[in-house]
């Protein structure tokens, strides 16, 4: 009775293997070539995702790569754990989450819920509309005209709205209680045109730079020897 572990079968094994963690560390395209993943879920390891433009993909997730969305695509959830998403012109998905990379959009783009990062910025482009939070931990919000249904919040970073930018819930600076002794203040800037419907939560100090004092008005301090 013959076995498999042969030489011949062994290097064979040995040379397949090879070349599957070499496929694991390319960037895989859909929506080019004869391996086109279309209307399909696709994950990735080792290795970023990209989707050409104009297709429409389920699910998009990654492990150790960056997402990168070419303008005109439909995806439902867009997750990485390390990396950065990249969205173009014209996007809708239904949630974009990364824990470590920044998450950029261009112009006229909609998500149907959350936008969040944990470590990195984000920043989205005109005419876009978020219909749930956009949330980041360690990284700033840069938002131009831009609606967002529900809250805007970080702990640590930045948060700008310009440009008619419109908040429907609050804008929410959370305590830093990972880092206690960081001394950098986190800044709050809008412009005369941007409005919040909600209210403006403080829980660690934030330097204000409001054009419109009504909007002062929304402000609420939650923290100790708030002035």
Do not use: W
Not at 69 to 94: C, F, M, P, Q, Y
Not at 128 to 133: C, D, H
Not at 169 to 198: E, M, W, Y
Request: aromatic share 4%; with cysteine; glycine share 10%.
């Amino acid at each position: 009775m013959h076995t498999l572990s042969t030489p011949l079968t062994m290097a064979r094994l040995m040379i397949l293997g090879a070349t599957l963690i070499s496929l694991s560390g390319c960037i895989i395209h859909i929506g080019g070539g004869s391996n086109d993943y279309e209307g399909n879920s696709v994950s990735s390891v080792f290795g970023g995702l990209s989707v050409s433009s104009g297709k429409q993909v389920t699910n998009i997730s990654s492990v150790n790569g960056s997402i990168d969305l070419e303008d005109k695509v439909s995806a439902h959830h867009v997750d990485t754990v390390n990396g950065s998403i990249d969205i173009g012109n014209h996007v809708s998905v239904r949630s974009a989450k990364t824990v470590n990379g920044n998450i950029e959009t261009g112009h006229h783009f909609v998500s149907k819920g959350d936008v969040e990062t944990v470590n990195g910025d984000i920043s989205i482009q005109t005419s876009s509309t978020i219909n749930g939070n956009v949330e980041t931990v360690n990284g700033d919000i840069v938002l131009d005209q831009i609606e967002v249904k529900s809250n805007v919040q970080t702990h640590t970073g930045d948060i700008s709205l310009a440009q008619n930018t419109q908040v429907h819930g609050d804008i929410i600076f959370n305590a830093n209680k990972q880092n206690r002794g960081a001394k950098t203040i986190p800044t709050l800037t809008i412009d005369n045109t941007s409005i919040v419907h909600g209210q403006i939560i403080l829980h660690r100090q934030v330097t204000l730079v409001i054009e419109d004092a009504e909007l002062l008005r929304k402000v609420q301090y939650y923290y100790k020897n708030a002035q």
